[in-house]
């Protein structure tokens, strides 16, 4: 059983900047593919930031293109958000995800499906004031 825990969450102006960081109980990444979701009050939850488990790619919802960066830390067994140019409209509670590649061939995919990851966090609170 992998087991995610999130932090870096918090309260932030508009404009700012919060990175994410999400640590994993066992050697995960050498076998999953990584993925950020986020879910505000009301809306569904959605895929902010995916990264393969080769590392070679990353994918970004529209939204968060160009202020928003995954990466991972294989040796610290852990993965990050960096997010800058914080929004109000970036307010939820963000979590973390694993997602267990089964074939070699599929180590550059970017699981985009909540369907598809296997593991969660419990989320982290972030909050942007306008």
């Known amino acids: 059983q992998v087991q995610l825990v999130e932090s870096g969450g918090g309260l932030v102006q508009a404009g700012g900047s919060l990175r994410l960081s999400c640590a994993a109980s066992e050697r995960t990444f050498n076998r999953y593919a990584m993925g950020w979701f986020r879910q505000a009050p009301g809306k569904e939850r959605e895929l902010v930031a995916a990264i393969s488990w080769s590392g070679d790619n990353t994918y970004y919802v529209d939204s968060v293109k160009g202020r928003f960066t995954i990466s991972s830390d294989n040796a610290k067994n852990t993965v990050y958000l960096q997010m800058n140019s914080l929004k109000p409209e970036d307010t939820a509670v963000y979590y973390c995800?694993?997602?267990?590649?089964?074939?070699?061939?599929?180590?550059?995919?970017?699981?985009?499906?909540?369907?598809?990851?296997?593991?969660w966090g419990q989320g982290t609170q972030v909050t942007v004031s306008s």
């Open positions: 995800a694993a997602h267990f590649v089964q074939a070699i061939r599929d180590r550059v995919r970017t699981p985009e499906s909540q369907s598809q990851y296997d593991y």
